[in-house]
């Protein structure tokens, strides 16, 4: 797990961050060959750090089945920053500006270090591609972005407002991953806006809450359509420590 993650001051808003994204046959007596076998375990989960499987397999997975959530470790070798501005950015309005704090389950402790995906569709409500994408970017889209929390577990992206699905079926929404240290990937609920005529009383009544409630009242600050959200590690997740 790292340990050299920087502080920024999250509330200057110059400071972007853009991302435009032989096999051998062993024979030995079974005894031998199951201590070789457990070692060979213990090695990998050392070498996996924080990027615990989704597939649900693993010890101490929580969160239930999250397809795509893996999509979380498509950031490679950047470094992540606890602000980060999202492709197309610049070209779409109105641009927005989505903030907050995440917390340890007691809903009190900041949580530092913690790993927050978003993923969202364009202006048309579609997850706009180039063709040249690989991973969950093929599913995804490439308006996406990473964050790693700063010490005070405070997070700011740097996107715009996403439109509804064309058809109508989904209210405007925004799809988050988090990670936190020593836990598998989990979604929590979708960042939805709650002046949306879409978001109806009945999907409202309908929401689990991972995470909190991700109903987020949209507001104008400093000229910029702007919403907060503060997320709890752990709430309403199955089978959470």
Avoid at 129 to 143: I, P, Y
Avoid at 205 to 223: A, T
Wanted: hydrophobic residues 35%; aromatic residues 10%; contains cysteine.
């Amino acid at each position: 797990m790292r340990t050299d993650i920087p502080v920024l001051d999250t509330q200057d808003p110059a400071f972007f961050v853009v991302n435009d994204s032989h096999r051998n046959t062993i024979m030995m007596h079974p005894i031998l060959l199951a201590i070789a076998f457990t070692i060979i375990l213990t090695s990998c989960d050392a070498q996996t750090g924080d990027r615990a499987t989704s597939s649900g397999a693993a010890a101490g997975h929580v969160g239930g089945p999250c397809e795509g959530c893996e999509a979380i470790y498509e950031y490679g070798t950047m470094p992540l920053f606890p602000v980060d501005t999202l492709p197309s950015y610049t070209d779409n309005e109105p641009k927005l500006v989505v903030t907050g704090t995440i917390f340890e389950r007691d809903g009190i402790t900041p949580a530092p270090g913690v790993i927050l995906y978003i993923y969202h569709t364009d202006r048309r409500g579609r997850y706009a591609r180039t063709g040249s994408e690989t991973g969950w970017a093929k599913r995804h889209g490439f308006v996406r972005g990473w964050i790693r929390t700063d010490a005070d577990g405070r997070y700011r992206f740097h996107t715009f407002r996403p439109a509804a699905y064309p058809d109508g079926t989904e209210p405007e929404h925004i799809h988050a991953v988090v990670k936190e240290p020593d836990i598998n990937e989990y979604y929590i609920d979708d960042f939805l806006f709650d002046d949306d005529s879409l978001l109806t009383q009945s999907r409202r009544d309908r929401l689990p809450k991972r995470g909190g409630s991700g109903i987020v009242h949209p507001y104008v600050e400093n000229g910029v359509l702007t919403i907060r959200r503060d997320i709890v590690l752990g709430l309403n997740i199955p089978d959470y420590r």
